[in-house]
């Protein structure tokens, strides 16, 4: 199902004489202004931005035509980020803009879209030189420009995977951890001996000296990479790159395709792409998020832990901890639970959570999840009969049995589970079974 975002911008974008002027939407302001100064590495920023520009105009699964989707940039303490997702769901792209890389100051904070047009993204492949870029993040003068009447106004549908992937993406990428790094010179080899753009094969890269070599079959340190033509969009940003670093979740021999996230870093900046486990699959299917989406007993220390949040580029969970006065786990649930409103997410290379709000309708990613969905009907009709650890929920048609394992993962006699054992997150059976649970336990 999709929903209609509404881009509303006050002139286009464009890269003229005095620099470039990226127009934003609306978020924490109409139009908010988030920084006006130099980036000291305007080559690879452009190309860092386009590439998040084109993953978010592309569907790596089934291509049609090029979508219209823009970019969201939050400014925050010293840092601006640029994040997109794919049309697919299948790739999520960001550009954070260090402290290194800006020569000015973050004058207002929030999230909101980012106008990337197609004259803008022709002009930003003509950036080069080292002389410091003049930009600025939001218009001028909102007064004058509205008086000016020249609004720029698109009505795009949005897909609802589309949302929800923001709500999975920080949940799976919080469980990696660095796997290789390499340096950009071996970088760039190894990104030219990659299958072509519509392979859709899963492989593994390997660290092997000071590059990765490729196997079919998963080891331990391995990183997943699932149709590596997907990883075309970082081609651009190579040449300003200083290494290649890889990130992913611990795996073994046998263990099935994971998400994967390849960064460059420039010292300036750094442009990553994270691969969802195979090319068909977007993250908004994958499940990560729906014990947080399920947990009511973790939505007061949510609203707290909100409360607090500070636009930080970084959050200290041991800091929010001491002011919220609550443990780190709770801490670290809380925050899960509002990554599923759009509200922080997670960076790989800091270890960490930012701050964030989605210049979307947050709600949707819950309400519009038929897991989720299903769960909570299920719950609703008394469907859920507690047997011990173990459950049997009836529906209208079958009646499923759901176990709990000694290791917290839970099992059910539904065609999910069978299908999936597991890899795709709970089924509807097993979401309805832990909300009746007292305390509400680990999904997986």
């Known amino acids: 199902m ?6 509303r911008y006050l002139q286009p974008s464009a890269l003229r004489a005095a620099g470039l002027d990226l127009q934003t939407c609306g978020g924490p302001a109409a139009n908010p202004r988030f920084f006006a100064g130099f980036l000291t590495a305007p080559a690879a920023a452009a190309a860092g931005l386009l590439a998040v520009a084109e993953v978010a105009r592309t569907r790596y699964h089934q291509p049609v035509n090029p979508a219209s989707l823009d970019p969201v940039v939050t400014g925050s303490r010293g ?10 769901c299948g790739v999520y792209a960001r550009m954070d803009v260090l402290p290194a890389g800006l020569d000015g100051e973050i004058s207002g904070h929030g999230t909101t879209n980012v106008d990337v047009n197609p004259p803008l993204r022709e002009a930003l492949a003509r950036v080069g030189g080292i002389e410091p870029l003049h930009v600025a993040v939001g218009p001028d003068d909102l007064t004058v420009s509205t008086m000016d009447g020249s609004v720029v106004e698109r009505k795009v549908p949005l ?17 990696f951890e660095p796997r290789a790094e390499i340096p950009a010179a071996e970088a760039a080899a190894f990104l030219r001996r990659l299958p072509a753009a519509n392979d859709r094969s899963v492989l593994w890269a390997v660290p ?18 699932a149709g590596a033509g997907r990883l075309a969009a970082l081609r651009g940003v190579l ?20 998400p994967s996230t390849w960064e460059l870093d420039t010292g300036a900046l750094r442009v990553s792409l994270t691969l969802s486990p195979e090319p068909y699959r977007g993250f908004s299917g994958e499940g990560a998020a729906l014990a947080a989406l399920a947990g009511d007993d973790v939505v007061d220390d949510a609203e707290l832990v909100g409360a607090l949040l500070n636009w930080d580029p970084t959050i200290d969970v041991a800091a929010l ?5 609550l443990p780190d ?18 960076d790989v290379a800091d270890g960490a959570y930012f701050h964030r709000v989605m210049p979307y309708d947050a709600g949707r990613a819950e309400r519009d999840n038929p897991r989720l969905v299903g769960a909570r009907a299920l719950v609703e009709r008394g469907a859920v009969e507690r047997d011990g650890e173990d459950a049997t929920v009836r529906t209208d048609a079958e009646v499923y049995r759901v176990r709990r394992h000694p290791d917290g993962a839970y099992s059910c006699t539904c065609r ?4 999936h054992r597991g890899q795709r997150g709970p089924c509807r059976h097993a979401l309805a079974v832990s909300m009746v649970a007292a305390p509400v336990e680990a999904l997986s």
């Open 159 to 175: 897909p609802g995977r589309w949302l929800r992937g923001f709500a999975e993406v920080h949940v799976l990428t919080a469980g």
């Open 79 to 88: 840092r601006l980020r640029f994040e997109s997702f794919s049309g697919c």
């Open 321 to 325: 901890a001491d002011a919220a006065a």
């Open 329 to 346: 786990e709770r801490v670290r649930a809380a925050l899960a639970q509002l990554g599923t409103a759009g509200r922080v997410g997670y």
């Open 208 to 225: 092997a000296g000071r590059t990765l070599r490729l196997t079919s079959r998963p080891v331990p340190g391995a990183v997943c990479l």
């Open 2 to 7: 999709n929903a209609v975002q509404t881009y």
């Open 416 to 419: 999910w589970w069978a299908r």
């Open 239 to 258: 040449r300003h790159a200083r290494s290649l670093r890889v990130y992913g979740p611990a795996v073994r021999a046998g263990s099935p395709a994971v």
